[in-house]
């Protein structure tokens, strides 16, 4: 499934166009293998390579990611599991209906979005962006966890939620502090080097 649910994700970004920023969680198709925790994977390669900037949620916080939970839960109930696929092709055209369908019901909110760049004809083998921003919550001794890493914050931040913005070219990290009662005031709060690796989307899998 991983393989075929890939293949209609993309399709699905080139018929849409690109958004600025992809939500991901900290699954390991995502973020890599969880025996090399300071990598990322291909997908992350992909959207920096289209100018797409990845946005990791926090760690076993399901708000965060309940719309897009909810829209995988209704595709794979009204395609994937629906009917039986011959092959890739054969999924690709029932997800196209099922696509169509629900832009129709939901055509005045996804009128009302942001515009969105048009997927370009051939995808760079080189990042176009170098931001990838993690979303962490401190733990009790106000420190988050990037890769193998752990950052201690100013005190004060034990079990707050933080952004934290890594630089590839710059192998910098720097994070900001989230305010719910005031959330245009994001100061920051920490700098650091940081230094992960990512898989090129183009190279064969292992």
Not at 100 to 129: E, N, Q, T, Y
Not at 163 to 188: G, N
């Amino acid at each position: 499934m991983a393989e075929e649910g890939g293949e209609v994700a993309l399709f699905v970004v080139g018929r849409w166009g690109l958004p600025a920023y992809a939500p991901f969680d900290n699954d390991s198709i995502f973020q890599g293998a969880h025996a090399h925790p300071s990598h990322l994977g291909r997908l992350v390669h992909y959207c920096l390579c289209l100018g797409v900037i990845p946005v990791f949620a926090p760690p076993r916080e399901q708000g965060f990611q309940n719309n897009i939970e909810s829209f995988n839960a209704l595709w794979q109930t009204k395609v994937w599991h629906r009917r039986q696929h011959r092959d890739a092709a054969q999924l690709r055209t029932r997800s196209t209906a099922f696509l169509d369908a629900h832009h129709a019901k939901h055509v005045l909110r996804f009128d009302a979005a942001p515009r969105r760049a048009p997927f370009p004809a051939a995808v760079s083998h080189r990042p176009l962006g170098c931001l990838v921003i993690l979303l962490r919550r401190a733990d009790a001794r106000g420190s988050v966890k990037i890769g193998r890493r752990s950052f201690r914050l100013p005190s004060g931040y034990a079990h707050r939620l933080v952004r934290c913005e890594w630089r590839i070219a710059l192998a910098r990290l720097t994070v900001f502090a989230l305010h719910r009662s005031a959330p245009a005031h994001q100061p920051q709060i920490l700098q650091r080097s940081l230094r992960l690796s990512i898989t090129p989307w183009f190279s064969a899998p292992r």
